[in-house]
């Protein structure tokens, strides 16, 4: 099993510039996340799906969209972008079901975003 | 509202001896509690929980870490610390009695380990 697995790993984007990140999981989870990650803030939350076809915003959502495409697939999308979205972004899932509810979630590579 | 707190930005440690990592937190209801780690460029990697039962849990890499309800603490420890432990780590909370059942963060505490 590969995870949770995102892409690109890297970019550098230019104020107003869209983009998409990707992010895939192979452990058949329900709910999936998208965080950022800012020094000495942790992690945010940004969106949420708690399961295929639901999704929700969560502390930091403004300047984003996002697409549960299918059980495994997780999108984030900068619609024009701003320096101050210049940060780490992490993907998650975890399984909600019964007592997997319990459960940790189990987090992605990272995608370091630059923007200019 | 819920909250994590890790009062420390950093902590260091030498090579063998026992080292600690703080984390109080705030929550309405019972918490779920977690502790991660975080390896340069790498993701988050989950290293234990605690959710009921025995106040001392005990996780991966030789971890532990303690449950106090009075204190609303779960600090996370271990007796003999390597250099390999150097790393950023995270703790996070659940409220059980919370719908949305979101995951929130400490800021995080960079555990430097010397030779």
């Known amino acids: 099993n590969a995870g949770v697995t995102q892409t690109p790993k890297f970019q550098v984007l230019k104020t107003g510039q869209s983009m998409t990140l990707q992010c895939a999981q192979d452990?058949?989870?329900?709910?999936m996340y998208w965080y950022r990650q800012d020094p000495g803030m942790g992690l945010r939350l940004i969106y949420y799906?708690?399961?295929?076809?639901?999704?929700d915003k969560g502390e930091v959502p403004n300047g984003y969209n996002v697409s549960r495409l299918n059980k495994r697939e997780f999108s984030l999308r900068l619609e024009s972008a701003a320096p101050s979205q210049t940060s780490v972004y992490f993907c998650?899932?975890?399984?909600?079901?019964?007592?997997?509810?319990?459960?940790?979630?189990?987090f992605g590579p990272g995608t370091r975003l630059t923007v200019l | 509202a819920q909250s994590v707190a890790q009062p420390e930005d950093q902590v260091n440690v030498a090579e063998g001896n026992p080292l600690t990592v703080k984390c109080t937190y705030s929550?309405?209801?019972?918490?779920?509690l977690f502790w991660y780690v975080q390896y340069p460029n790498r993701g988050l990697q989950f290293l234990l929980k605690?959710?009921?039962?025995?106040?001392l849990v005990k996780g991966s890499y030789g971890f532990e870490a303690e449950f106090n309800k009075s204190q609303t603490s779960f600090h996370l420890k271990k007796p003999s610390a390597l250099v390999s432990d150097s790393a950023l780590y995270f703790c996070?909370?659940?409220?059980?009695?919370?719908?949305?059942?979101?995951?929130?963060f400490g800021g995080g505490t960079r555990l430097m380990v010397k030779p």
């Open positions: 998650a899932s975890r399984e909600t079901s019964g007592r997997a509810s319990l459960n940790e979630q189990f």
């Open positions: 605690y959710i009921t039962g025995d106040n």
């Open positions: 799906s708690a399961s295929e076809g639901t999704t």
């Open positions: 929550v309405s209801g019972n918490p779920y």
């Open positions: 996070a909370v659940r409220d059980n009695n919370n719908a949305g059942n979101m995951l929130t």
């Open positions: 452990m058949n989870h329900n709910s």
